[in-house]
């Protein structure tokens, strides 16, 4: 590094100036920057914090990258100028760095934006920088796509700034062979490779990047080589797209993985992700908002062009899909969430005990899901105005591991005793039941609904020894009225909860059915999804019981109310 522009300072006016709105972005964009400034302090006031802030290596990945020469378009300087929003990633990116070790603290990155923000030239530029100034022996660096054209582009590009900047090769030893670009210094190279030659052996990468993630229909080459990098003590995968379609692929999972980070839903140390797109509501015509998922959009993205898409666009439907995947970055089909994290948040008491209501009057819910699955139950409590809601989750011993393959929190939610694991494989519906009846002793229940699935022969039990206990189906004429009051509840904080972060995790998963008739219907966005909304699923049957005009007495006989859904 020579001391060039102070890329630390630029990093730290650009998320200044996001949350000040003097850049126009998007949320995933401000919340991406709202996690610095957390950072930050934390580094700062927290010793036991495991990262520190490093000024020099968050500059010189910067410094390298600007001594790179553009090889395609026509560009006002010979060399790279990083726009504000690349040094912000950068800088964050290589900034922070593990305190015990010194590595890397960031061994994942996400970032999705618009076609044309010059994502192929950065992605050439880190592959680099890798190859050559991280003090990795023999550093791998795959430049891998679902086809061999894709894989190439990113690393045609890195072959061709090689060739055309000789102190790079004579600094480094490095070579621009026909199929690798070779590293004699350090005995690394640089690879293009597919999904055809992703299970060749000797795979080991120090950095693996993978172009345009949403055009991968499965997740082989992602998870092989994901697996390939652990015998790398600084290994990186960097993970660049625009929007797509498939709503059930890998792309789409590491997004929702991304905007539950940035939801501060999960604690991912080891994760960053940014989303450039636009926000929900925003109209996708307004050249206003155009900036939000073009952050180059008058650089290497022009406005005459980007209004010659739109107009396009407008008069054709086959191009409009293009048109709001590809210029706009936004996945078609997808939901938005239901509940904003930001104002569950606001709800939260961890100081909030159950015992403190003993006596109380109560509404419990339940959702059995499947026999190997989470099963929740939720109590319900009115303080004044304020409704107080627990919940409760069971889960079979036997099928945590295989939950956490997907989930890894599911680890932690055991350790934290948010979950209580029962014996076998299956839901123990005797230890849900033992559990109700010990609630019923200690609170005045006045009444308890279960979604019908699984729930027959605990309510059956219940109701025979005359408790109020019914199956309440799950469809909009039932869920409309409680899912209304839960939403303005939470809007305006009259809903508490302990801060449970398994069932933060589950109202984060939920987007709504909206009727033409103005109802509501909570549901997951994907059935196949591993993101469960049973925890709010079991709120809603009991809030549908506390907003019940006249509580239904069970008589000795299971009840089945609002008939088939």
Not at 97 to 115: C, L, M, P, S, W
Not at 310 to 338: I, Q, V
Request: one cysteine or more; glycine letters at 6%.
């Amino acid at each position: 590094m020579d001391g060039g522009r102070d890329y630390v300072a630029l990093a730290q006016q650009y998320v200044q100036d996001v949350l000040t709105g003097r850049v126009v972005a998007c949320e995933w964009v401000r919340l991406a920057c709202e996690r610095q400034v957390r950072d930050v302090r934390r580094a700062e006031t927290d010793p036991g914090c495991a990262f520190r802030w490093d000024d020099w290596h968050a500059s010189d990945v910067c410094d390298f990258v600007e001594k790179l020469p553009h090889v395609e378009g026509e560009w006002g300087t010979p060399t790279i100028v990083l726009e504000p929003w690349q040094i912000f990633i950068l800088t964050t990116v290589f900034g922070w760095r593990q305190k015990d070790t010194g590595h890397r603290r960031f061994n994942t990155v996400y970032i999705e934006v618009a076609r044309k923000n010059a994502k192929s030239v950065i992605c050439s530029a880190i592959a680099l920088y890798c190859l050559t100034c991280e003090n990795e022996v023999g550093p791998q660096v795959k430049c891998a796509a679902t086809t061999g054209n894709q894989a190439r582009i990113v690393f045609k590009v890195a072959q061709e700034m090689v060739r055309r900047t000789p102190d790079l090769c004579a600094a480094y030893q490095v070579d621009p062979l026909a199929n690798s670009i070779a590293c004699y210094q350090n005995g690394g190279s640089i690879q293009p490779i597919n999904a055809k030659a992703s299970t060749q052996d000797g795979l080991n990468p120090h950095l693996s990047i993978l172009d345009e993630l949403h055009a991968h229909d499965d997740r082989g080459l992602f998870d092989v080589l994901k697996s390939a990098r652990g015998a790398r003590k600084n290994p990186l995968s960097w993970y660049i797209t625009t929007a797509g379609y498939n709503m059930l692929g890998v792309c789409y999972e590491q997004r929702a993985f991304v905007t539950k980070v940035l939801l501060q839903v999960w604690d991912a140390e080891h994760y960053f992700g940014i989303i450039f797109t636009l926000d929900e509501g925003d109209d996708a015509y307004d050249e206003t908002t155009w900036i939000k998922a073009n952050p180059n959009l008058g650089i290497s993205v022009q406005l005459r062009d980007f209004q010659g898409y739109a107009a396009e666009a407008k008069l054709s439907p086959d191009s409009e899909g293009e048109y709001k995947t590809k210029r706009c970055n936004l996945w078609l089909n997808a939901a938005k969430a239901w509940l904003s994290m930001i104002q569950w948040d606001r709800c939260a008491e961890p100081a909030l005990t159950l015992e403190t209501f003993a006596g109380a009057r109560c509404w419990i819910g339940g959702d059995l899901a499947q026999l190997d699955d989470i099963a929740a139950v939720a109590l319900l409590f009115q303080r004044g105005d304020d409704v107080c809601a627990f919940t409760r989750f069971y889960l079979p011993r036997l099928v945590v591991e295989e939950r956490a393959q997907a989930i890894p929190a599911y680890r932690g939610w055991v350790t934290a005793g948010l979950l209580t694991l029962t014996d076998g494989n299956m839901i123990d519906y005797g230890r849900i039941e033992a559990d109700i009846r010990g609630w019923c002793k200690t609170y005045n229940v006045a009444a308890i609904r279960f979604d019908q699935y699984g729930s027959a022969g605990i309510l059956s039990n219940l109701a025979s020894d005359g408790f109020a206990a019914a199956v309440l189906d799950k469809n909009a004429k039932n869920f409309t009225p409680p899912s209304r009051d839960l939403e303005t509840r939470v809007r305006h904080q009259r809903f508490r909860h302990d801060g449970n972060s398994c069932l933060k995790w589950m109202a984060s998963n939920v987007v709504v059915r909206r009727g033409v008739d103005d109802s509501l219907l909570p549901k997951k966005e994907s059935p196949d999804s591993p993101n469960k909304i049973d925890g709010i699923d079991a709120i809603l049957q009991a809030m549908s019981a506390m907003l019940a005009p006249a509580e239904r007495k069970a008589d000795h006989q299971l009840l089945i109310l609002g008939g088939t859904s």
